[in-house]
């Protein structure tokens, strides 16, 4: 069985590489397919999925929700799944792929060498789901922080059983319930 994930960009694609082995059972093989930003994402959609080859295949789309309302976004997105096929997941990272990091400050300190698990107990940290501009948050606490090279080193010391971005959580539940569905 294969998993098709279509994501935004390459940060996501280097977070996946990492994640997906602990996520995926062995007998999964993960195919990550990388867009150039949303615009190239949401114009691909329907051709990508209208013309896939394998029908055995499964779809996941990842995408980041910025600052539309999540509700609509995953509509826009379904309308323009149905056109291809209708065997896909649509997962939106609340509000960006560095919200997830935020979920997890215990690896961004194991990534960085700074402790930064404590500013999670601070409240505009708690909820990491709702920070506005995280990447610039995160920033501002690793100055150094570029979103490739980041989710390499992030990557690989994230929990994926504990993290407080409900984003993520259910992100890595639903790959792991598509997994689960018979052929």
């Given amino acids: 069985m294969r998993i098709v994930f279509m994501v935004e960009e390459r940060s996501m694609k280097e977070l996946l590489e990492v994640l997906l082995p602990r996520i995926l059972p062995v007998d999964v093989e993960p195919l990550i397919v990388t867009h150039n930003g ?13 013309g896939w080859q394998s029908l055995s295949d499964r779809f996941v789309i990842v995408h980041d ?22 065997d896909y997941l649509i997962r939106i990272v609340c509000i960006e792929l560095e919200s997830w990091y935020f979920g997890d400050l215990t690896a961004v300190s194991l990534a960085y060498g700074e402790d930064y698990a404590q500013l999670a107990a601070k409240e505009k940290f708690r909820a990491p789901d709702k920070i506005k501009n995280a990447k610039k948050e995160l ?6 922080y570029q979103p490739i090279d980041g989710a390499k080193k992030i990557a690989i010391h994230m929990n994926i ?20 569905i018979q052929k």
Avoid: M, W, Y
Avoid at 38 to 50: G, H, Y
């Fill in 38 to 50: 949303k615009s190239d994402l949401q114009n691909s959609l329907p051709k990508k999925l209208r």
């Fill in 65 to 86: 929700q910025d600052s539309n309302d999540c509700h609509k976004l995953k509509t826009a997105l379904k309308l323009l799944c149905e056109k291809g096929r209708n």
């Fill in 139 to 144: 920033r501002k606490i690793v100055p150094t």
């Fill in 161 to 180: 059983d504990n993290n407080t971005s409900p984003s993520f959580n259910v992100f890595v539940s639903g790959v792991k319930r598509i997994c689960c």
